[in-house]
């Protein structure tokens, strides 16, 4: 299941998330207004909290956030309306990807994915062409250092043994983080129990985990990260999955 730490990691050390602030709230308004159809208070609607939890995060302004809940609950009438959408299709050397948007236009969305992984020499696919090669699960993730590298004083043996009380399904220990997964009903009740437990996650969502990767030549891994990051860095596209083994030695090269 590892990988998403490790991709994590590129970003921030290659600085994407400063450099594509204005994007990133863009991204997490969407997220809010979305999880807001299902109620508006985040007491009560859990994927709510989570989305305004990952703005918080981020310093998104408290004003950019009450805007999207009320867009998202609609109480505001002159709000476009944003739909969710998943692509599938392959990158290059045939890893597969799952491509989540939220977009208030299909057909832009659809062009800007397409030019991205026919530039990347990739290819969209049909409707579960790829998409029953990943399992949904929840994911949480604890940073054990900061953006400088400074510990920050968390035990990931603790962490391990509050994961497997609150019922995780797995737990993977790395040199720098600690990531948790869960079966995707369990997500909620693993997050507040993790929480009660007074560990707070860094990153805490729903994710789609390759049921197996598929390990490339640094050189190969590389050309796919770059169509991967080519299509994160598009304003309607909020996640990107694939089933790449993200080695060591990959992310080395590319980061």
């Known amino acids: 299941m590892s990988g998403h730490s490790k991709w994590s990691t590129i970003k921030r050390r290659k600085g994407a998330q ?4 204005g994007k990133i709230f863009t991204r997490l308004a ?11 208070d985040p007491d009560t609607n859990f994927t709510l909290r989570l989305a305004i939890e990952r703005a918080r995060s981020q310093n998104m302004p ?32 045939g890893i597969a990807v799952l491509i989540e948007c939220l977009t208030d236009n299909r057909n832009r969305t659809l062009a800007d994915v397409r030019r991205v ?24 993730l604890y940073n054990l250092q900061d953006d400088e590298g400074v510990d920050r004083g968390l035990d990931p043996d603790e962490i391990f043994m509050a994961a497997l009380e609150a ?13 948790v997964y869960t079966e995707r009903n369990d997500f909620a009740q693993v997050t507040q ?26 050189e190969e891994a590389t050309s796919v990260l770059n169509v991967i990051e080519g299509l994160e860095e ?5 996640q990107v999955y694939h089933n790449l083994e993200l080695t060591d030695e990959v992310v080395a090269q590319f980061a």
């Open 18 to 21: 400063d450099a594509a602030r």
């Open 30 to 40: 969407r997220e809010i207004q979305i999880a807001a159809r299902q109620g508006a």
């Open 62 to 93: 408290k004003e950019n956030i009450e805007r999207a809940i009320r867009r998202g609950a609609g109480l505001d009438k002159d709000a476009a309306i944003i739909e969710e959408v998943t692509y599938e299709g392959y990158a290059p050397h």
């Open 117 to 140: 992984l026919t530039r990347g020499n990739g290819n969209l696919g049909e409707p579960n062409s790829v998409a029953w090669q990943f399992t949904s699960r929840g994911y949480l």
């Open 167 to 179: 019922g995780a399904e797995d737990v993977e220990i790395g040199d720098e983080t600690v990531e």
């Open 193 to 218: 129990a993790m929480e009660e437990a007074g560990f707070k996650p860094d990153e805490s969502r729903l994710t789609m985990i390759p049921n197996m990767t598929v390990e490339l030549s640094p």
């Open 234 to 238: 598009l304003d309607d596209v909020s």
